[in-house]
């Protein structure tokens, strides 16, 4: 077993002079490598910087003055409608000193459009689109004028200040309306009957508009009418803030409902009705198809999906014949 060992570390561990000088030479050329970045430093030399013409820029921009009244903006002559976006003047282009100051589009002259520092043909153009009935509604909407910069609107839109028509508002919310049979003002105080209004009636309703009257007519006509008032308010997406509102002008003349026939009628049919669904239409054809006709509607009680208060809910639509 020694001798084994001997052989074992003689083969691995003892090395000849020629393997010596050469693991030494491989150790000595990894050092070198390992060293040759620290000596970079040493034989490189920095860029010199001058900072002069930057602590030039700074020094000009604290002594350049703040004037917020006026703006100086650069507008080249163009023989056609075409405008370019320039910020600084080169040649042939005209300095223009503009104003700026809060005015409404739709009433400002055009002298005063000029202190504003427009070009005449844009001028034009405005005065012309305001002659044909036109009219700003917000601010953002001058920056469409034809010929007029992003830079000039940019300058001007946060100066725009268009005035409302609250006095025209205010006449037509005093009008009298005539008190004769069938005005606006005494159809909106006579109760709706939900089961005969359209979508015109409806919408005469506070908090109403086209779409939720569509979807309450639309609601009415897959129930096939309501018997109860409340059942408006189970409209998709009609608040109930709007429904408790609206709830005191509604009325129901004529209860009389479409019913289903749940000994004849297929599980298409039930099921298209909102109280009745896949599963509930489902459950009463099966029930039907083992036990039978049923004999009352109240019989549908002895299916196990049927609570006391879906039924409450459902059985004013169904019939047995």
Known sequence: MIIVWKHFVKDYFIFSRKERTGVIFIVGIVMVLIFIPFLFPYFSKKPARNYKEFENEIAR?????????????????????????YSLPKEGHEYISAEVFYFDPNTTSAEDWKRLGLKPKTIATIQKYLSKGGRFNKPGEIGKIWGLTHSDARRLIPYVRIKTKSTEAISFQKREYPKTPGSYKDFVKQPIDVNMADTNALISLP??????????????????????????????????????????????????????????????EMKSHPYLRYNLANAIFHYRQQHGNFNSVEEIKKIMIVTDDSFQKIVPYLSIR
């Open 61 to 85: 921009l604290e002594v350049e003055p703040n004037d917020t009244t006026k703006h100086r903006t650069y507008t080249k002559n163009f023989d056609n409608e075409f405008y370019d976006d």
């Open 207 to 268: 908090g109403i508009g086209s779409k939720l009257s569509q979807r309450i007519v639309a609601f009415r006509d897959k129930l096939g009418g309501f018997y109860s008032v409340n059942q408006v308010g189970e409209t998709y997406l009609l608040p109930d803030s709007t429904f408790q509102k609206i709830k005191l002008m509604l009325v129901i003349n004529d209860a009389t409902v479409k019913q289903i026939n749940i000994n004849s009628a297929s599980v298409e």
